[in-house]
């Protein structure tokens, strides 16, 4: 069974330009959640899709956005890009919609903002 | 004050060593994950806890939410267990259902 999946790897912007993220979540799993994990910060959490439906997000602004595909896929998009917003990015899924579930973790993309 | 305190930060063993990494919390929970989080940026969830205590394999996972505290311990540890160890609660309040600690590091020496 494939992982939770993430595009790109790596992905390099400047100042003021828009990143967009892409996760794809394990098969069955329709909970799709986002993570930032800034250096020295921690995990902090983004945002929570389910049923392609935004549940719940974190203390973040409203450049930090996202969606949910019929497919359960889901897309991160951070606007106006700021220096502070590089971080590792990682996407999570779950069978069930709630966080006490187990979550299952993708590779991360990791974003640098220049 | 951080809601999730993770100690230690660094920890740093012999192969073969009894480990135990703690996490408290401030805020009332209804869960609490242990991640694991390897060099490459990689996490996987351990264990889910809502009471009591957890086993598997080498790991068990233990909770007491009326001291708002809870531990990993690794039993007989391994080089391949160096890895950041990750605390994170689902909180009952505000507006993050999910706080994490900032993670112990653990180096297992061979």
């Known amino acids: 069974e494939a992982g939770v999946t993430q595009s790109p790897t790596h992905l390099i912007k400047t100042r003021g330009q828009q990143a967009t993220l892409r996760c794809s979540p394990i098969?069955?799993?329709?909970?799709v959640y986002w993570y930032q994990q800034a250096l020295g910060l921690g995990l902090q959490f983004l945002l929570w899709?389910?049923?392609?439906?935004?549940?719940n997000r974190g203390n973040f602004p409203p450049r930090f956005s996202g969606r949910q595909f019929p497919n359960y896929s889901s897309e991160l998009n951070v606007n106006a890009l700021e220096l502070e917003d590089s971080a590792l990015y990682l996407c999570a899924s779950s069978f069930e919609d709630r966080f006490t579930d187990t979550q299952y973790f993708g590779p991360g993309t990791r974003l640098t903002v220049l | 004050k951080n809601e999730v305190e993770q100690s230690p930060q660094n920890l740093t063993a012999q192969e073969g060593e009894f480990i135990t990494i703690n996490c408290s919390y401030s805020?009332?929970?209804?869960?609490l994950h242990w991640l694991q989080q390897h060099p490459g940026g990689g996490i996987v969830s351990l264990f889910m806890l809502s009471s009591g205590k957890k086993k598997h394999g080498r790991l068990i996972a233990t909770i007491n939410i009326q001291e708002k505290h809870s531990s990993l311990h690794i039993t007989a540890s391994h080089p391949r267990d160096s890895a950041v160890y990750i605390c994170?609660?689902?909180?009952?309040?505000?507006?993050?259902?999910?706080?994490f600690g900032k993670g112990t590091r653990l180096s297992v020496i061979a």
């Open positions: 098969s069955g799993h329709t909970s």
């Open positions: 899709y389910d049923e392609g439906e935004e549940r």
């Open positions: 994170a609660v689902l909180s009952n309040s505000g507006n993050t259902p999910l706080v």
């Open positions: 805020v009332g929970i209804s869960a």
